[in-house]
């Protein structure tokens, strides 16, 4: 994986495949390749690194279609014999691929038996190798043939010298969509690729093929022709552009404010809270909310469970989306299931949905990306509205999701008016809080300066505080390749307080008065081991700055406003640590933005 691009058209695609490449830079990868058909041949060029290093190599390249691909490296290392397209032992087929095969050593084995010389250590060239094993002059029947044999997920996108100006394509598991435009026909991994060119879009099912041409598409399941329509795009020529600031994580930490302001905008109107797409009894014979989720969404969902604890009184869960589908199922009556994803394509959390789809569960997702696998899994999607996130660390993408979940909690007790005004009118609030807090970034690069160097880092925190300390710890891990680790302050003493040592840098959170006489006894307690302390504290607080070594004051706001607004300081330490240390901040190393294989 990480992101296809295809295009079929009357003149030269190139400029259009490098284009929906860098579109999807976004989503993290180490090589990128692509391939046209050109005078009856296929023409291929590869590199490790960037696609402009790749449009550099490939200058002159001309073909009327063709196929392009950003790879993060799963099977093999990032070379350039790995990186895709990869081509048939005949030279007829380049192919593309996303997902995983699980049962790709069994098939080279089988392949190479057969005498076919394998050029690659990765799972996608079994695919190629084994669609031209399987060509007896029709593609689709050799597609077809060969993903019938295939274990795991895919989406691949193939050309063929003897169809000149098609584009084939095959998906389980793994997201493609197919466009149609004015001069063109296209496909590709992620809407955003599709956007500035198509016009109507089809989302492949799973099982389902597809032969591309500049004026018509072939759809096909089980070997037969089927129908499918398309639809209006809704997502049409965004930008993403870092305007005035160095790198798009540093302008989407400053693009939070005016998010925030959007979503209050859509969802409190005449001081109420409206989720329109929601059934208003939703919630009426609801006994337990299970939320399902992964990496930053998890931590969300973390966040979450103590804010809805708090407003509804239920019972909420939340699950690591790669563990809930392979635990033993339980009765989900009286459960609803609430799926959070950036990108609406994470394969763990789409393997989830299907499988609470599968059991009648009812289910709510929680989505930045329109249009997505997510949204069609779901009984009802609410829309994060966060805008593009083009940094593979989210931030406004996470902030949104924790908005999302306090409004949800708001609304699902919306007749209790005395108890959720004041939680109304926090949310309400946060725009200008946020404002304030990006008046730390000073502070946090000055931090960031002291802690450059670590090995390791802490994070303390208790209740919400505990849940922002988890994504706090996550921004600094992936960004600056610092190990950091987050607690529960009160665990300490059960174990992790064996790592403390003389000078050991922890931040210490602490916006809950209730919790403050606690948190200061965690604070002492790493102190007196050798700790370097800096708390992030309510500005009144002057017994936790008392006890610590630096202070981050922050405005005293409702528990339910702190998971949201919290966690800007923290995203601005790791960003001006991971640039004091040389890292790649948009696009860090091993990481993708949108994780489509298991």
């Known amino acids: 994986m990480c992101g296809i691009v295809g295009f079929a058209a009357g003149e030269n695609v190139t400029d259009d495949i490098f284009a929906g490449l860098l579109s999807l830079e976004y989503r993290g990868y180490d090589s990128a390749g692509i391939a046209v058909i050109r005078d009856g041949r296929i023409e291929c060029e590869k590199v490790t690194g960037r696609v402009s290093k790749l449009k550099e190599a490939a200058k002159g390249l001309f073909g009327k279609v063709g196929i392009g691909h950003t790879r993060w490296a799963t099977h093999g290392a990032a070379t350039k014999a790995n990186a895709h397209p990869h081509l048939s032992y005949d030279g007829r087929f380049a192919l593309v691929h996303n997902g995983i095969i699980e049962n790709s050593t069994e098939l080279k084995n089988e392949l190479a038996g057969l005498g076919i010389e394998f050029k690659s250590e990765t799972d996608s060239e079994v695919i190629v190798q084994l669609i031209a094993k399987n060509y007896l002059g029709d593609p689709v029947k050799a597609l077809d043939a060969a993903v019938r044999r295939l274990t795991g997920s895919f989406a691949v996108a193939l050309i063929c010298t003897d169809f000149p100006t098609s584009v084939f394509a095959a998906k389980k598991g793994s997201p493609l969509i197919a466009g149609v435009g004015k001069a063109s026909a296209m496909l590709a991994s992620d809407i955003l690729a599709l956007s500035p060119h198509a016009d109507k879009i089809c989302r492949l099912e799973d099982g389902e093929l597809l032969e591309m041409r500049k004026n018509g598409f072939g759809f096909y399941k089980e070997g037969k022709p089927i129908e499918k329509e398309f639809e209006e795009i809704k997502m049409k020529n965004i930008k993403t552009d870092k305007g005035q600031f160095e790198h798009f994580m540093l302008k989407e930490i400053f693009d939070q404010p005016e998010v925030a302001?959007?979503?209050?905008?859509?969802?409190?109107?005449?001081?109420?809270?409206?989720?329109?797409?929601?059934?208003?009894?939703?919630?009426?014979?609801?006994?337990?909310?299970?939320?399902?989720?992964?990496?930053?969404a998890y931590n969300a969902g973390i966040a979450g469970k103590y804010i809805l604890?708090?407003?509804?009184?239920?019972?909420?869960?939340?699950?690591?989306?790669?563990?809930?589908?392979?635990?033993?199922?339980?009765?989900?009556?009286?459960?609803?299931?609430?799926?959070?994803?950036?990108?609406?394509?994470?394969?763990?959390?789409?393997?989830?949905?299907?499988?609470?789809?599968?059991l009648r569960g009812r289910s709510v997702s929680i989505v930045n990306v329109k249009d997505s696998t997510l949204t069609r899994l779901s009984d009802y999607t609410l829309y994060t509205e966060a805008g593009p996130e083009v940094a593979v660390a989210t931030?406004?993408?996470?902030?949104?999701?924790?908005?999302?979940?306090?409004?949800?909690?708001?609304?699902?007790?919306?007749?209790?008016?005395?108890?959720?005004?004041?939680?109304?009118?926090?949310?309400?609030?946060?725009?200008?809080?946020?404002?304030?807090?990006?008046?730390?970034?000073?502070?946090?690069?000055?931090?960031?300066?002291r802690i450059r160097k670590e090995t390791s880092v802490y994070f303390i925190g208790r209740n919400i505080d505990y849940a922002v300390a988890l994504e706090a710890s996550l921004k600094l891990k992936e960004i600056s390749y610092i190990h950091s680790e987050a607690y529960a302050a009160g665990e300490l003493k059960h174990g992790s307080i064996a790592l403390i040592e003389e000078g050991t840098k922890v931040f210490a959170l602490s916006l809950i008065p209730e919790l403050t006489d606690k948190t200061i006894s965690s604070i002492r307690e790493v102190k007196t081991r050798g700790a370097c302390v800096f708390a992030v504290c309510r500005e009144e607080d002057g017994a936790t700055a008392e006890v610590s070594d630096e202070v981050i004051p922050l405005p005293v706001v409702h528990p339910i406003v702190g998971a949201v607004c919290e966690v800007i300081p923290f995203q601005l330490l790791a960003y001006f640590t991971a640039k004091y240390r040389g890292a790649d901040i948009d696009k860090p190393r091993n990481l993708a933005k949108s994780v489509t294989v298991e």
Not at 265 to 275: A, H, S
């Open 261 to 296: 302001k959007s979503i209050i905008e859509k969802r409190i109107k005449n001081d109420e809270v409206v989720f329109p797409e929601l059934d208003p009894e939703i919630f009426s014979d609801i006994k337990h909310i299970s939320i399902i989720a992964c990496g930053s």
């Open 395 to 449: 931030t406004k993408g996470y902030t949104a999701q924790v908005m999302t979940l306090c409004l949800l909690g708001i609304w699902a007790k919306r007749n209790e008016r005395s108890v959720l005004f004041e939680a109304t009118e926090a949310i309400k609030s946060i725009p200008e809080i946020m404002l304030r807090l990006l008046g730390t970034k000073d502070k946090a690069e000055e931090l960031a300066k």
């Open 309 to 358: 604890k708090e407003l509804m009184r239920l019972p909420v869960t939340v699950s690591l989306a790669s563990e809930y589908r392979y635990a033993t199922p339980l009765p989900l009556e009286g459960t609803l299931t609430v799926f959070i994803s950036q990108s609406g394509e994470t394969a763990d959390t789409i393997a989830a949905a299907e499988r609470v789809r599968f």
